[in-house]
């Protein structure tokens, strides 16, 4: 069975930095690409970044484009989100999720999120 | 850019069908799929690549396509239903990805 765990999360001034963890289990890990999807309280989703499983190819939503840095770690399992600059409006719930492929662009499994907010 | 655009909120009795559409403007056609996500949950993948019903997905939901509009439709709905929906699809050329405001279904 698939999970994908989300860890990092946490309450954060303005301007400072928070790395995201993905714990993934219960699939071949670097044979998918992954994502970053997040939704703000009340909001809707929003794609944050993708990257390959060879971490080749990588993408971010242009309001993270620059701040934020995607990566993983194939012997670990695991999916990381490098966010710098934050601000008040990067407030979400950030989940880890599964490409389908290799950058086939849409999410077949989702983790339960893990919290960031951005405040002084 | 381009945007996705669903309604707001759908309202439907137990037993009738819902139909939710998602317009994609200025972007050459692609895939559409669709997701489900009940309140406090994370979202699951209903429908995918327009038509294709995930296994473990009802069979009450199915997709259609039709120009840049896509649909979700739930027949026979159930309680069970109430949830944001929401459309979503990619430029493959530049890994960039798009949801949709989301949809939220009422069963009354």
């Known amino acids: 069975e698939v999970h994908l765990v989300e860890s990092g999360g946490g309450l954060v001034p303005p301007g400072r930095s928070l790395r995201l963890s993905c714990a993934a289990s219960?699939?071949?890990?670097?044979?998918?690409?992954m994502h970053w999807v997040r939704q703000a309280p009340g909001k809707g989703l929003e794609w944050v970044s993708g990257?390959?499983?060879?971490?080749?190819?990588?993408g971010y939503a242009d309001s993270v484009k620059g701040r934020f840095t995607i990566s993983r770690d194939n012997a670990k399992k695991s999916l990381y989100l490098q966010m710098n600059s934050l601000r008040a409006e990067d407030t979400a719930l950030y989940y880890c999720?599964?490409?389908?492929?290799?950058?086939?662009?849409?999410?077949?499994?989702w983790g339960q999120g893990t919290l960031v907010t951005v405040s002084s | 850019s381009y945007e996705l655009t669903q309604p707001p909120s759908v309202s439907v009795s137990p037993g009738q069908t819902a139909r939710i559409t998602c317009f994609a403007d200025?972007?050459?056609?692609?895939?559409a799929y669709w997701y489900q996500q009940k309140t406090g949950q994370a979202p699951v993948l209903v429908i995918y690549?327009?038509?294709e019903r995930p296994s473990g997905i009802p069979e009450r939901f199915s997709g259609s396509s039709s120009g840049t509009t896509v649909t979700l439709t739930i027949s026979g709905v159930q309680a069970e239903d109430e949830a944001d929906y929401y459309c979503?699809?990619?430029?493959?050329?530049?890994?960039?990805?798009?949801f949709g405001g989301g949809t939220k279904l009422t069963v009354l």
């Open positions: 219960g699939f071949t890990f670097n044979d998918y690409a």
């Open positions: 990257i390959s499983w060879n971490s080749g190819t990588t």
């Open positions: 979503q699809s990619a430029d493959s050329s530049g890994m960039y990805v798009l």
């Open positions: 999720a599964k490409d389908e492929g290799d950058l086939e662009y849409y999410f077949d499994y």
């Open positions: 200025a972007l050459p056609k692609q895939y």
């Open positions: 690549k327009d038509t």
